[in-house]
């Protein structure tokens, strides 16, 4: 087979995090259309999401381990030379993976209305699940194929993917909620328009593997393989199968684990609130948590997942060869990079929660107290994405189950505990207990990830670079950031004032970067655009 062309280490997270900003982009267009939809608001987000975190949680079982599994065995493969070995590792995942998201679907279809009035205790959430379901076969054949891509060590593949299922499934959403409206009016009908956004993530989904089983057919087609060429013994399929359910099992329960998260609060915080509110005010209550509030979080977390996808090939690989300085490198800058995208997320959203609920959602902007709570595990859970794909890519899977599965816990009984309080009577009762508890939760899996990680790889960790500079450079941000925004908010239109001071205040940030001097100029030769203006590469 002629040679895979690879992407550099930092190409591939380029790649990666382009798309994600085009993905979040999409999909927060299509949630700021939802919530400021007339009939569906936080109400419609409670419909949505309960539904979709059953989904995902199933989805999870069904793929979510595979990718990483996947190009984990492809890339220590290719490292070797074994190309038909990586060939046969791709077949069978194929095989097995279509198998179980088909039972995955099935499961899921049937068993929608038991879950919609028994676990979720929302009934409109049925519709939502039914249609839902067939996502579930889509999305396992998508893994196997991103999951092989990957292994060759290039991302284009699935950043391509990605940004074609998420801008499908906002143009979908648009029209299919829109034709749902037009045709039977806005009253009554937010579970049919829930329904409705949800099937365009079933459409989108198809498309996407649609488009990757093109690529395959394409490379499969322009790299003939010569078996006779492969010296390498074939392994039995027994075994790369067990190959395979060892590593992906792993990465399987840790990410079941991050979807049990997000279904805690949503078969616990409505059944709480309710014993303060009505279930009317708890669902709206829950849709303003799972809704707005967990998509602004959630935005800056795509981005760095880019560190934690590219480490687990290029740490698997660098591993084969026996390469610890590469992958002690590898981490540490990964870390450096991750501390500042997420400190100074964590800070902004933190300064600008109010303006940013207020122009994005002008029909149901409340939640300001909760967001900021919310927006301070940012930073964790960032951190605890590089840390858990450094350990993936190390042969240490287990370690982030570990660590997660402590932090849900506590997570849980917190939930349980807080959340039945009225927020009137405690600060963090209601679904501010519920945002405190996921800050915790992601503390306690963060603090034992990197801590085991530490004790397996040397990393360069100096406090002053990796956490006093970056926090001086964020907190300067934000205190100059809304500054700005405080005087401009009383001259111009919000809208304008909050993009101008966001703006400003990045500028901000990355001018005390450099004059901080965070990067030593080895790093600085590893970011993309300074290589490319000095013409050097050490990456």
């Known amino acids: 087979m002629t040679r895979e062309k690879k992407q550099s280490f930092m190409q591939g997270i380029m790649t ?8 979040k982009i999409s999909g927060l267009v299509y949630k700021l259309y939802l919530t400021n939809k007339n009939g569906f608001g936080d109400a419609g987000n ?47 995942s194929f095989a097995v993976f279509s198998l179980v998201g088909f039972v995955g679907s099935v499961i899921l279809f ?15 959430a049925k519709l939502t699940l039914m249609i839902l379901a067939p996502s579930i076969f ?31 499934k906002t143009i979908c ?34 498309i996407s593997c649609v488009y990757l089983f093109f690529l395959y057919s394409e490379k499969m087609k322009n790299n003939k393989v010569h078996v006779a060429d492969c010296y390498y013994k074939s392994e039995r399929v027994i075994k790369i199968l067990k190959k395979i359910i060892i590593i992906a099992m792993p990465l399987t329960i840790s990410a079941i684990l991050g979807s049990l998260n997000k279904n805690i609060d949503s078969f616990t915080v409505v059944r709480a609130l309710k014993t303060f509110m009505t279930e009317e005010q708890a669902k709206i209550q829950y849709g303003m948590l799972s809704g707005k509030i967990d998509t602004l979080v959630t935005f800056p977390l795509s981005f760095n997942m880019a560190f934690a996808t590219a480490l687990v090939p290029a740490i698997s690989a660098a591993k084969a060869r026996g390469d610890k300085e590469r992958i002690e490198k590898r981490i ?5 990079v991750t501390i500042l995208i997420g400190l100074p997320c964590t800070i902004g959203m933190m300064t600008f929660a109010k303006p940013i609920l207020e122009v994005l959602f002008p029909n149901a902007s409340s939640g300001e107290y909760i967001y900021r709570i919310s927006s301070a595990s940012i930073i964790f859970i960032t951190i605890e994405q590089t840390v858990n794909g450094a350990l993936q890519g190390l042969g240490k899977a287990s370690v982030p189950v570990m660590a997660l599965s402590s932090g849900i816990f506590v997570k849980l009984l917190l939930n349980l505990t807080l959340v039945k309080i009225n927020p009137n009577i405690f600060m963090f009762g209601g ?24 004790k397996t790889v040397k990393i360069k960790f100096n406090i002053l670079k990796f956490i006093i500079k ?28 909050i993009i101008l001071s966001i703006i400003v205040a990045v500028a901000i940030y990355v001018i005390a970067l450099f004059v901080l001097k965070i990067f030593d100029k080895e790093e600085l030769y590893m970011l993309p655009f300074y290589s490319k203006l000095t013409k050097k590469h050490n990456f």
């Open 16 to 23: 990666l995090m382009f798309s994600q900003v085009l993905i």
């Open 46 to 92: 409670a419909i949505y999401n309960s539904g979709f975190q059953i989904y995902a949680l199933l989805l999870t079982i069904a793929s979510i381990g595979v990718p990483n599994a996947v190009a984990k065995l492809i890339s220590e493969k290719l490292s070797i030379g074994d190309n038909r070995g990586a060939q046969k590792v791709f077949k069978v």
């Open 110 to 124: 049937l068993a929608s209305e038991f879950l919609a009035n028994e676990w979720l205790q929302i009934p409109e």
């Open 138 to 168: 889509f999305v396992s054949l998508i893994s196997v194929f991103r999951g092989y891509f990957n292994g060759y060590e290039n991302m284009r593949p699935m950043a391509q993917s990605q940004i074609i299922e998420q801008l499908t």
């Open 173 to 206: 959403t648009v029209i299919i909620v829109e034709y749902i409206c037009l045709s039977m009016g806005y009253q009554g009908i937010t579970g049919i328009m829930a329904a409705g956004a949800n099937l365009a993530t079933t459409i989108a989904t198809f």
């Open 332 to 336: 540490s800058f990964s870390l450096l």
């Open 431 to 454: 679904v501010a207990g519920a945002a405190l508890a996921t800050v915790i939760c992601h503390i306690i899996s963060m603090t034992i990830s990197f801590t085991i990680l530490k």
């Open 470 to 497: 970056p926090i001086i450079a964020s907190i300067l941000m934000g205190i100059l950031g809304l500054y700005i925004y405080n005087q401009l908010r009383s001259i111009i239109m919000q809208i304008i004032a």
